[in-house]
Every structure is written in C-alpha cells, then in structure tokens.
C-alpha cells in the first residue's frame, strides 16, 4: 500500500454555529495489483450544529457514504419491500409531517393497528435506544422490526433481498454502495441506516435564535423562559419544568419517565424491556422538534392537538406509583398540586414549540421520495446510476477503513469546537443536564 | 457494611440527613482497585452512574477513594430516617462536597467501573 494522505479540514462560518468539516478520506492505491479499478463508495459528510454536540457512534462496520445514503432513501421510499407491496416506510413516515403519519396509531399489510404510535424521524444520529421503550440499540436493528413485523411490512428480509435481487437499478445500487457482498439482509438495514443518519433537522428558528441570527417575539420569549423554569412561587418565578426533560438545543434527553398520563397501565412501556416494575409506564422522552407537525401526541397518539398536552401538563396529571418525581408537587401556585399555567402561558408556550419546527426539514430534496422520476430518466440512471448522481472520482479509494479514521477526527475537531459554540451561544437550553 | 450518614442540603434549599454505606466500600467488595492499587494505570479508571431514568454521571475512581479526597461519597437508602421515597431511591448517591447536586443521582440502577480509552 502506497500514496496514502489524509487530509481533514475544519472550516467555522461566520458565526453561525454550523462546523463543516471536509472530510478527504485516506487514499490507498494499491501499487502495481490494480488491473480492474471497482469504484469504492465516497465518504457523506454529516452536518450539523456545534451545540448538538458529538456524542453519537456511528458503526465502524457501516460508514456513512453517498451511495449508501442515496440506496437508504430509495428503500424507504421502496414498497417491495413490503408483504403485499402497498407499504413503504413513507406509509408512516411522512417527510412532511417530520415523518409521522398524522395518525394516532398506523395500519399494517394485514389491515391490523400497530400498538404505538409513529415517531418523527429527527435527528436520529444521537439517540441510543430507539422506539418509545427504547428496546433496540442501532438503527440497523431497528430497522429490521417494521419491515418484517406482520403488522407492519410483514415481510422476511430473505424474501425482500430475492425481490430487490430481480428489481433494477437494486443490483447496482448495492454494489456501488457496499462492493461485492451486494444485495444481502444485513446491507437492506445498513442502507436504511445510513440513510436515516442523514435526517438532521437543525435549521429552526430556535436553532438561529442560538446562533445569535433570530430574534423571538415577546410571546415567544415569555414560552421559552416558561419551558425552561422551574416554578417556584414563593420566590415569584413562574415555569413549566419543560426544559427538564426536553431541554438543550435537540430538545430531548435521553431519559424515560412516566409523564402521568394513566394511573392503571395497559402499555407497560419501559417495563417490559427492563423486566423492572419501578420502570412501569415510562416511555422515552422524544424529541420536541417539529412538534407542530407531528400531532396527535404520545405513545399512544392520545392528544389530537398541542392544546391538549399543555392542559395534561398543567392540569391533568395523573399519580401512580412510577410517576417522574419531577412532575409531582411542582405548581405555580404556593401549595398547589398541579402545575396551573394560566391560559395565556400555554398559548405563550406553543408559541415558542413553535420555534422548534424547521420548514426546510419538510421539504429538503435530498430526503423526498427518489422513485418519483420518469421512466427515461430511470433508464438513463440505470447505465450509469453512479456517474449521474454522484461526482466521478477518479483515483481509486477504499473508504471502509479510511471513513472510520476521518469519521475519528471529525468527532474530536467537533468536540474541540463545541465548548466554543456553547460559551458563544450561552442562549437558554445549552446548559448542561442536571437531573435532582 | 458500616452505615454512615450526612447531613446536607438538598435541592429543596432544606437540610436532610441521608444515610448508607460509604461507595467506596461496596466498590472494594466488588473487589475495584482501591487504596493502595489505586495507582499507576488504575488513575484512568472512571465510574459511570446510571439512573433508572437513564440519567448518567460520571466521577474519577480516585474521586471517590477517601485516600485522595476529603470526603466520603454515600450510596444512601435512607432520608431523614425513611427509606428513601420511589423516584429518588431506593438508591441514591450522595457528594457532600460537590456544591451542585446534579450527581447527587438518584434511583442508581448500575455502576460501570472503566479504564478510560483515548
């Protein structure tokens, strides 16, 4: 092995937070054994805000790459991949409602509803334990549930690879996205992984309002303080205690709590993963990004409207004996046993929940459905699938090891910056999590 | 095992008396290094804290060994006399010296003893 360079550089943009970090992956040119060049998958870059931090592993077996990515989203958009050929992910997961389905709970192939209810598939790369339990680990896991689930996709994933196997352009996207192994069941799930990486929805008005390029109305202002506090009547300061749960810049911790919606179980939650009953109806605290979008709410879709979760959150909490300790005796009323916003709070609350959603999220092209294209075009793309959609490289680079060791620096160069990001922009919710 | 107790200042502004074993011993049983092996590479041993909730925290072993700071860290189970109540216990952890609580973890469900790698 020869010629190998790496070169990684860092560029900060005026001020707004955002790192893009280039990656120019080590070269290896193989000296004198090269006769047939395969072309090798080129590294995708991630971006993403500073103060999301870089606390995410990406497998070292599953780099993300461009034309992973690129087949990822042709298979969330691909209904083969479903028993009868009518579901695709999409079918729950709308790009335009951050990928929900508006629904309270989704049909499967076989007419039956799921238990839960669809999540929005935003800013996946840094949670750790997927689904409202939390019980699976990656999204290469994860993503083997619905689509073989009989009440989801019900399909084997032998019986997806046998499909794809007879389906252009699947056999070509496969090889120029993982080489010679193809089309196989673990490389449907890593595509779609990759893929799902790429979701990153970090362009709202709350994420300029931190990088110091928004400014929130009076309303809006008065939601964030009241999301953010803690109340505590006897010293005047009112609040919501939001922020406890669903604070810092993604809106979410990674922490599952009851948040009293039942006193009496019929979803265990939590419980049924860690097989403890002190974890009886927890589920895990989701994102708020996009929240306007995403109705009806909870695991269960029980609440048509935001209205509804900020009477819950104020008035309607119900006491059982797994219920988060941060949401008992908290009132903004000396005393008081509920949380008791006055009216105009809630209003001044949604208004800043407002903030969270990110139009371009919805209608960002690199995350549309990629089927929808004329059959010349598909013809076209077939030839040469590579050529056309990604740049040509010409020297010939092996990116599995290459990816992992740039991936490496990248994290470290992002954490480098991020303690700058967070001093720059020491705005509301980029503290760090305190849990009593 | 010893039961020892603190009496400091929670959250809540007020003071309560927390009581249980010093975390250090229950480490010792579980045979970490501690004391005098508490040396050489051992120093980049962290301890990570997690909470049924899956909050974490993460202390330095040697922060905990009473042969390098000045205090004793509790694992409490009990508040003022009482078991400590569901939410915060039945295990918690306790810093006398930290002057925010928020490794004052509570609801402990694991503790991850590891060589920090780099």
Known sequence: ??????????YKLGGSGWIVTI??????????????????????????????GSRFTIPADNPTTQEGV????????????????????????????????????SMGV???????????LANLLWVRNFFWDGRSQSLEA?????????????????????????????????????GETGITEQNILKALAQFERTLISADSPYDRYMAGRYQPTETELRGMQLFENGPDPRRGIRGANC????????????LFHNNGLDSAFTDPGREKVTAQSMDKGRFRVPTLRNILLTAPYMHDGRFKTIESVLDHYSEHIQQSATLSSFLQDISNEEGGKSLSLAPQEKQDIIAFLGMLTDSAFMTNPAFTNPHSISKAQQHARNQDIQQQIFPVRSTPVRPHNAYVRANRGYTNCLRRSSHAARTQSAGLGIHEASQP | MKQVSHKVKDRDGKEHEFKGV???????????????????????KYVLITAADGYEVLYALAEIDPEFADQLILLATEKDGQPLPAGEGPFRIITPKDKKPARWIREVRSIKIAFAKN
């Open chain 1, 70 to 105: 690129y087949l990822g989203r042709m298979l969330f958009y691909e209904k083969r991949l479903s028993a009868n050929n009518k579901l695709s992910c999409e079918s729950c997961h709308e790009q335009k409602r951050a990928f929900t389905d508006g629904r309270p709970v």
């Open chain 1, 110 to 120: 076989d007419g039956s509803f799921t238990p839960r209810s669809s999540m929005s």
């Open chain 1, 243 to 254: 922020g406890h749960c669903h604070g810092g810049p993604k809106t979410f911790k990674e």
């Open chain 1, 1 to 10: 092995m020869s010629g190998r360079r790496k070169v990684l550089t860092k």
């Open chain 1, 142 to 178: 994860q993503a083997a549930f619905p689509l073989t689930d009989p009440h989801e996709m019900g399909q084997t994933l032998a019986e997806s690879v046998k499909k794809l196997q007879k389906t252009a352009p699947y056999p070509a996207l496969f090889q120029g996205a993982f």
């Open chain 2, 22 to 44: 010093a975390l250090i011993e229950i480490l010792e049983k579980a045979g970490v290094t501690t004391g005098a092996k508490l040396r050489g590479e051992n120093l980049v």
């Open chain 1, 23 to 52: 990656l120019s992956a080590t070269f290896c040119v193989f000296a004198g054994m090269v006769s047939v060049t395969h072309k090798a998958p080129v590294p995708y870059e991630l971006k993403y805000p500073a103060n999301f």
